[in-house]
Structures are given as C-alpha cells and as structure tokens.
C-alpha cells in the first residue's frame, strides 16, 4: 500500500468535506500501516483476496459506522495467559450477547442478526455496544477474530 496515496486521501476525506468513509482495497497491509490508517480515520481495509461476500459485508458495515480494520498479525494469536482472560469476559456476557457474537463471527449484520433472533437491529447495535464495553473492544472485527480464535478452545461458552 503506498504510504503516500493512502494518507493523501485520508487528509481529503478528513478535511471536513462531506461524510466520507474510506474503505482501502489492498494486496497486503503491514500492522505499522493499520495503525496508521486506524490514526488517520480509516474506516476499513479489505484485502484483494478476500471474498466478494466479504468485500460486500465489510462496505455494509461501514455504511453502518463500523470500522472494519484487520486485527494486526502480533495480536491473532491468543496465548494460554490471554484465552483465560477472554474465557472469564466472555463469562460475563449474557446469554443472548453470546449468541450475537457468534453470529457476528459467522459474518452477519446487525440487521441479519436481528432477522435471526427475531429483535430489531437496533436492539443488537445496544447488545453490541453492551458486548464492546464489557470486553473492553472497539469493533466487530476485533470481537470476531476473539470469537473464532477463541472457537478452537471449545466456542462461546452458553451460561
């Protein structure tokens, strides 16, 4: 990703023109460059090989108002130390927030999840807002990469 392009555009789209979202299409991203990018107001980065069902979820959650930054290579691998710690906040979420956030790691919306469950999605916007809080995160992908990091050792736990 040039370094230059990239934040050229980021001061345009943050220089208080119209509401803009950007969204960067790359062949790869190295960790400084999200931090960067996460910095500088970037909403999302999607990587070409990624799917087209991603590519068109991932603009859909930014259109939402998520940002949707890739978890940096250091932090994808969770430690013995790290997965107990996930294992007690996950605990201390409740049932149904357990069920949003494995929906979240399947991919879905806030308004599929909604369908899903049978709630209107902006009660799933408050659970995952509840959910962020309490898991001390920012982003669904953050709280996805958890979620199916944390899958290996057994998934979410139900109560």
Known sequence: MP??????????????????????LATSVEDRDLATLAQAGAYGVILSEEEPETLVQTLRQVADGQKMLPVPACDEAISGTQSAILEKYLAMLTERERQIVRLVSEGLSNKEIGRRLKVA???????????????????????????????????????
């Open 3 to 24: 370094d230059v392009l990239g934040q050229v555009m980021l001061d345009i789209a943050n220089s208080g023109a119209p509401a803009v979202r950007l969204v960067f």
């Open 121 to 159: 999605d902006g009660t799933i916007k408050v659970h995952l807002h509840h959910i962020f809080r309490k898991l001390e995160i920012n982003n669904r992908t953050i709280l996805a990469t958890l979620a199916v990091s944390h899958s290996g050792s057994g998934g979410i736990p139900s109560s």
